[in-house]
């Protein structure tokens, strides 16, 4: 017998517990009564051979063991699969509660007894004694107590794992503890009513389990455990392997890679390939302009690289890799002696002692995202049968490659955005080969600030923004609208759950839903949407899964809420998804028309164009002769951008209006423009890592655009953006004279009606004096098609 406890005895370990066969025996009875006749043979001799020893009617001592392994053996071979070998099964017999094994399989104590010193390894004692254990089996043992006294099913799962390193190679094996409790029988010694059982289940939300409220209430002292536990280890060293890689992912910071890589991958690959002889290699392809590049941090990894580089070489490699890439394949050498004399690129690995050696190509998807390698200081280390075992890792590792790439692609980014601000297509490559120098020129001098400014002066901007009318609260309306179907649906499961199972718990998710529903209706909780998602999320789920699994008859309605909570197909998601489907729809056709516009900008002279998605859709322009100093600046193509902008405006006002029919959820949008006559200063600022305006005077223009968008008509409470109107807001008689002379053009074309409103505008905090042209836009076809067309000087004479 052994005892997998610590000296100091848990509360687990005080409870009144007696070793019985009684449950077993009555469950073998039932049994032979179920069976059919051939296997009915064998259980009769069973029942007839534990029934003839008189021990096992009262409980067992442990003192008694020894009289009783013949029936031992049998009940070991009864909860054997059939057909399985003893010596490959991990299966022991336990004392209740207590981890005492009086009984097991030789592969079972093999396993959690040292074989030089006969006692329980440590790693496993050190797992069955944790705190997390001890809190898991205190909520199994209760969990127990609720279901076979109080009828109440258990949701609780939970696994305790466990790893054994090997005592010749140290490689740690993983192991499953499942515990079968169907063999222990609880009695109450002082009985509890079942409605004080689920108010404090209320109280606790049914899964507290560990809480000291539920031990004072429901103390172990007060129940009697009898019969005996059946434990068994299942191997899960591929999974955990794997998950352990998982992990890694998960918890890699920038700094600690190689600590990660080090500690985490290569000892989990090594553990999934049984052999602690071979290395790993790891290169994931960092590209600049879509070729590759090789840093410290790609480098260190890779023998293959480090090979190179000691020779002077590493320059030719980046060439080499590219031809691998247009024909990967594996490469596998298990003597490279012997089989690859002549091979120079194999030579620089024999100098580095490697006899035997694999290469493996990488996948995320269709994409080759690096290389793994396998090294060996000795012959014959690397088999076939291990490259095999990689198989079911390699999803995990082109995860931990893509980490590593998106790792090394933000730090361009940041160097980008840190040092300049998002960019145009047009000139974007000019700029990483940019960022890529700093960042190797930063490695190596430790350069820790960039000092110059990139500053455009005297450029003409130009903002426009088109905004989902309404958003916000057809966002709200729609979630509520779900979330009222969703409980809905709960309280009729839950009825027909209630025909077949009558538990107390029913009644009282049925309530909580009910009282959703109306809270709901009622408007009370529209800003706590958060809270109905967790009680569906975290008790209404949890219940089902339950019913679902172990009520074979419930399966079908319980299936029907799935259904209906699939957040692309379910009902319980309809009204959020044809809303967001109808702003995505919108902001779709919105951004192409902007594309278009943008295009046409370029061809008459190079600007920079910048949009940013809100509900809706905002721009910046700005245009000058310090953005594009190789082609001379005139304000005859300030003007025709002016009015392109407008025209641009009026085409997206009416692609919009022509989406409504197409639209599961109508949505309309506003047009807004704001005029600035005046030219200003722009600057990448580092500071606050964007694309800004430079100067104390010029920031006015900036706070202005970020205020302008839920501005009101001056003593009304009447917002100045409406739908299928273009809204300008200005501040000069200069600007408002312009773009009258743009209106009437395209009033002319048909694209405007003939009324202008001229506004004046509440004060907002720090600006003052703001005024406003509203004009509506004509929403059928015109005469004259000019929509999304940028107005050259040849169609249009400006000035």
Same mark, same amino acid.
């Given at each position: 017998?052994?005892?997998?406890?610590?000296?100091?005895?848990?509360?687990?370990?005080?409870?009144?517990?007696?070793?019985?066969?009684?449950c077993?025996?009555?469950?073998?009875? +039932?049994?032979?009564?179920?069976?059919?006749?051939?296997?009915?043979?064998?259980?009769?001799?069973?029942?007839?051979?534990l029934?003839?020893?008189?021990?096992?009617?009262?409980?067992?001592?442990?003192?008694?063991?020894?009289?009783?392994?013949?029936?031992?053996?049998?009940?070991?071979?009864?909860?054997?699969?059939?057909?399985?070998?003893?010596?490959?099964?991990?299966?022991?017999?336990?004392?209740?509660?207590?981890?005492?094994?009086?009984?097991?399989?030789?592969?079972?104590?093999?396993?959690?007894?040292?074989?030089?010193t006969?006692?329980?390894?440590n790693?496993?004692?050190?797992? *069955?004694?944790?705190?997390?254990?001890?809190?898991i089996?205190?909520?199994?043992?209760?969990s127990?107590?609720?279901?076979?006294?109080?009828?109440?099913?258990?949701?609780?799962?939970?696994?305790?794992?466990?790893?054994?390193?090997?005592?010749?190679?140290?490689?740690?094996?993983?192991?499953?503890?499942?515990?079968?409790?169907?063999?222990l029988?609880?009695?109450s010694?002082?009985?509890?009513?079942?409605?004080?059982?689920?108010?404090?289940?209320?109280?606790?939300?049914?899964?507290?389990?560990?809480?000291?409220?539920?031990?004072?209430?429901?103390?172990?002292?007060?129940?009697?455990?009898?019969?005996?536990?059946?434990?068994?280890l299942?191997?899960?060293?591929?999974q955990?392997?794997?998950?352990?890689?998982?992990?890694?992912?998960?918890?890699?910071?920038?700094g600690d890679?190689?600590?990660?890589?080090?500690?985490e991958?290569?000892?989990?690959?090594?553990?999934?390939?049984?052999n602690?002889?071979?290395?790993?290699?790891?290169?994931?392809?960092?590209?600049?302009?879509?070729?590759?590049?090789?840093?410290?941090?790609?480098?260190?990894y890779?023998?293959?690289?480090?090979?190179?580089?000691?020779?002077?070489?590493?320059?030719?490699?980046?060439?080499?890799?590219?031809?691998?890439?247009?024909?990967?394949? *594996?490469?596998?050498?298990?003597?490279?002696?012997?089989?690859?004399?002549?091979?120079?690129?194999?030579?620089?690995?024999?100098?580095?002692?490697?006899?035997s050696?694999?290469?493996?190509?990488?996948?995320?998807?269709?994409?080759?995202?690096?290389?793994?390698?396998?090294?060996? +200081?000795?012959?014959?280390?690397i088999?076939?049968?291990?490259?095999?075992?990689?198989?079911?890792a390699?999803?995990?590792?082109?995860?931990?490659?893509?980490?590593?790439?998106?790792?090394?692609?933000? +730090?361009?980014?940041?160097?980008?955005?840190?040092r300049?601000?998002?960019?145009?297509?047009a000139?974007?490559?000019?700029?990483?080969?940019?960022?890529?120098?700093?960042?190797?020129?930063?490695?190596?001098?430790?350069?820790?600030?960039?000092?110059?400014?990139?500053?455009?002066?005297?450029?003409?901007?130009?903002?426009?923004?088109?905004?989902?009318?309404?958003?916000?609260?057809?966002?709200?309306?729609?979630?509520?609208?779900?979330?009222?179907?969703?409980?809905?649906?709960?309280i009729?499961i839950?009825?027909?759950?209630?025909?077949?199972?009558?538990?107390?718990?029913?009644d009282?998710?049925?309530?909580k839903?009910?009282?959703?529903?109306?809270?709901?209706?009622?408007?009370?909780?529209?800003?706590?949407?958060?809270?109905?998602?967790?009680?569906?999320?975290?008790?209404?789920?949890?219940?089902l899964?339950?019913?679902r699994?172990?009520?074979?008859?419930?399966?079908?309605?319980?299936?029907?809420?799935?259904?209906?909570?699939?957040?692309?197909?379910?009902?319980?998601?309809?009204?959020?998804?044809?809303l967001?489907?109808?702003?995505?729809?919108?902001?779709?056709?919105?951004?192409?028309?902007?594309?278009?516009?943008?295009?046409?900008?370029?061809g008459?002279?190079?600007c920079?164009?910048e949009k940013?998605?809100?509900?809706?859709?905002?721009y910046d322009?700005?245009?000058?002769?310090?953005i594009?100093?190789? +082609?001379?600046?005139?304000?005859?193509?300030?003007?025709?951008?002016?009015?392109?902008?407008l025209?641009?405006?009026?085409?997206?006002?009416?692609?919009?209006?022509?989406?409504?029919?197409?639209?599961?959820?109508?949505?309309?949008?506003?047009?807004l423009?704001?005029?600035?006559?005046?030219?200003?200063?722009?600057?990448?600022?580092?500071?606050?890592?964007?694309?800004?305006?430079?100067g104390?005077y010029?920031?006015?223009?900036?706070?202005?655009?970020?205020?302008?968008?839920?501005?009101?008509?001056?003593?009304?409470?009447?917002?100045?953006?409406?739908?299928?109107?273009?809204?300008?807001?200005?501040?000069?008689?200069k600007?408002?004279?312009?773009y009258?002379?743009?209106?009437?053009?395209?009033?002319?074309?048909?694209?405007?009606?003939?009324?202008?409103?001229?506004?004046?505008?509440?004060?907002?905090?720090?600006?003052?004096?703001?005024?406003?042209?509203?004009v509506?836009?004509?929403l059928?076809?015109?005469?004259i098609?000019?929509?999304?067309?940028v107005?050259?000087?040849?169609t249009?004479?400006?000035?």
């Amino acid at each position: 017998m052994i005892e997998l406890t610590s000296d100091n005895f848990t509360d687990l370990e005080k409870a009144d517990t007696v070793l019985s066969f009684r449950c077993f025996i009555e469950y073998l009875r +039932k049994k032979v009564e179920a069976e059919k006749e051939i296997r009915n043979i064998f259980l009769i001799h069973a029942l007839a051979k534990l029934e003839a020893n008189p021990l096992l009617a009262e409980p067992v001592s442990l003192s008694d063991i020894p009289k009783i392994q013949e029936e031992l053996e049998l009940i070991v071979t009864l909860l054997l699969p059939v057909l399985s070998e003893e010596n490959e099964q991990h299966l022991a017999l336990a004392t209740p509660l207590r981890p005492q094994i009086f009984f097991g399989t030789d592969t079972f104590y093999s396993l959690v007894r040292s074989s030089f010193t006969g006692k329980p390894r440590n790693e496993v004692i050190e797992t *069955i004694t944790t705190k997390e254990t001890e809190k898991i089996r205190m909520k199994m043992v209760y969990s127990l107590i609720l279901e076979k006294i109080y009828g109440i099913p258990s949701l609780f799962k939970a696994e305790i794992v466990f790893g054994v390193p090997d005592e010749e190679t140290s490689l740690i094996s993983y192991f499953r503890i499942n515990i079968d409790t169907r063999f222990l029988e609880v009695k109450s010694k002082s009985p509890v009513s079942q409605q004080d059982i689920m108010a404090l289940l209320n109280e606790t939300d049914g899964k507290d389990f560990d809480k000291q409220k539920l031990k004072n209430f429901l103390p172990l002292s007060e129940f009697f455990f009898s019969g005996f536990s059946v434990l068994t280890l299942t191997d899960i060293t591929g999974q955990q392997s794997i998950e352990n890689i998982k992990n890694a992912i998960i918890h890699m910071h920038p700094g600690d890679s190689d600590e990660y890589y080090r500690k985490e991958v290569v000892s989990a690959l090594k553990v999934l390939i049984r052999n602690n002889t071979v290395e790993f290699g790891i290169l994931p392809f960092f590209r600049i302009n879509n070729k590759l590049v090789l840093t410290e941090e790609n480098i260190q990894y890779n023998v293959m690289v480090k090979a190179f580089a000691r020779k002077g070489e590493i320059e030719i490699l980046p060439g080499m890799l590219e031809e691998y890439v247009k024909k990967p394949k *594996i490469v596998f050498y298990s003597r490279m002696m012997e089989e690859n004399p002549d091979n120079v690129y194999m030579k620089h690995l024999l100098e580095n002692n490697i006899e035997s050696y694999a290469l493996l190509p990488v996948y995320n998807g269709q994409d080759m995202v690096g290389i793994l390698e396998l090294y060996s +200081k000795q012959k014959d280390s690397i088999t076939i049968s291990a490259l095999a075992r990689l198989d079911a890792a390699m999803p995990v590792l082109a995860q931990f490659l893509q980490h590593t790439i998106d790792g090394f692609n933000r +730090k361009i980014e940041e160097i980008i955005k840190n040092r300049f601000t998002s960019l145009q297509s047009a000139v974007e490559w000019r700029f990483k080969e940019e960022a890529w120098r700093y960042f190797m020129y930063s490695q190596e001098h430790n350069l820790k600030e960039y000092t110059d400014k990139i500053i455009f002066k005297e450029v003409y901007p130009l903002y426009g923004g088109i905004d989902i009318r309404n958003s916000t609260i057809e966002r709200n309306e729609a979630m509520v609208a779900d979330l009222i179907v969703q409980c809905q649906l709960v309280i009729e499961i839950l009825k027909e759950i209630k025909k077949q199972v009558s538990i107390p718990i029913v009644d009282s998710l049925t309530f909580k839903c009910s009282t959703w529903i109306q809270a709901i209706e009622t408007k009370t909780v529209r800003e706590d949407n958060i809270r109905i998602s967790e009680f569906l999320e975290e008790e209404i789920v949890p219940f089902l899964t339950y019913f679902r699994e172990n009520n074979p008859t419930l399966r079908s309605v319980i299936d029907s809420y799935w259904k209906a909570t699939d957040e692309e197909t379910g009902i319980a998601y309809k009204n959020r998804r044809m809303l967001e489907t109808s702003m995505q729809t919108i902001n779709a056709a919105i951004s192409q028309q902007l594309d278009q516009f943008q295009t046409e900008l370029q061809g008459a002279y190079p600007c920079y164009f910048e949009k940013f998605r809100t509900d809706g859709i905002e721009y910046d322009i700005y245009i000058g002769q310090a953005i594009t100093p190789d +082609k001379p600046f005139n304000t005859l193509y300030l003007k025709n951008i002016r009015l392109g902008q407008l025209n641009a405006m009026v085409s997206i006002a009416r692609m919009t209006h022509r989406l409504l029919p197409q639209l599961e959820k109508p949505l309309r949008t506003t047009q807004l423009i704001f005029i600035r006559s005046a030219a200003i200063d722009i600057s990448f600022r580092n500071d606050e890592r964007k694309f800004d305006v430079e100067g104390a005077y010029n920031i006015r223009y900036q706070i202005i655009k970020k205020r302008i968008d839920k501005v009101h008509i001056k003593n009304t409470s009447e917002r100045l953006t409406q739908p299928d109107t273009i809204a300008l807001v200005y501040l000069t008689k200069k600007e408002e004279t312009e773009y009258l002379e743009y209106i009437t053009y395209l009033q002319n074309l048909g694209l405007l009606e003939n009324k202008v409103e001229f506004l004046e505008l509440e004060e907002l905090q720090g600006v003052s004096g703001l005024k406003a042209l509203r004009v509506t836009v004509v929403l059928e076809e015109a005469s004259i098609n000019m929509i999304g067309q940028v107005i050259s000087s040849e169609t249009y004479p400006i000035g």
